[in-house]
Nanobody, 123 residues
Framework: QVQLVESGGGLVQAGGSLGLSCAAS????????TGWFRQAPGKEREFVGG???????YYAGSVKGRFAISRDNAKNTVYLQMDSLKPEDTAVYYC?????????????????WGQGTQVTVSS
């Protein structure tokens, strides 16, 4: 079992920045990789960014150059730094944990999810 707890969501104006955190517990941090997804009202959950098993970071095209993921192994925490935010970034953001060597950008590849945190970008 992996428990994931996201924090850091909120309301921000377009062009602003926001940082999210995802604290993991339950298993060794090295036994899984993490990814960030988001889900806007009426839309499917979509990939934002995530790590591969090599440690390389991957991003969706819509956020590349604006968002950055990082992790602190000592704190068992992953982060999502979001800059130059746009109204279309408004969504509930979820952290996921992937135990299998499967594709990094598919919802079905992830075994555990956090509860999500709301990000709202006003125009």
């Amino acid at each position: 079992q992996v428990q994931l707890v996201e924090s850091g969501g909120g309301l921000v104006q377009a062009g602003g920045s926001l940082g999210l955190s995802c604290a993991a517990s339950g298993r060794s941090f090295s036994s899984f990789v993490t990814g960030w997804f988001r889900q806007a009202p009426g839309k499917e959950r979509e990939f934002v960014g995530g790590f591969g098993w090599s440690g390389k970071a991957y991003y969706a095209g819509s956020v590349k150059g604006r968002f950055a993921i990082s992790r602190d192994n000592a704190k068992n925490t992953v982060y999502l730094q979001m800059d130059s935010l746009k109204p279309e970034d408004t969504a509930v953001y979820y952290c996921g944990a992937r135990l299998r060597r499967s594709v990094y950008d598919s919802v079905s590849s992830y075994d555990y999810w956090g509860q999500g945190t709301q990000v709202t970008v006003s125009s």
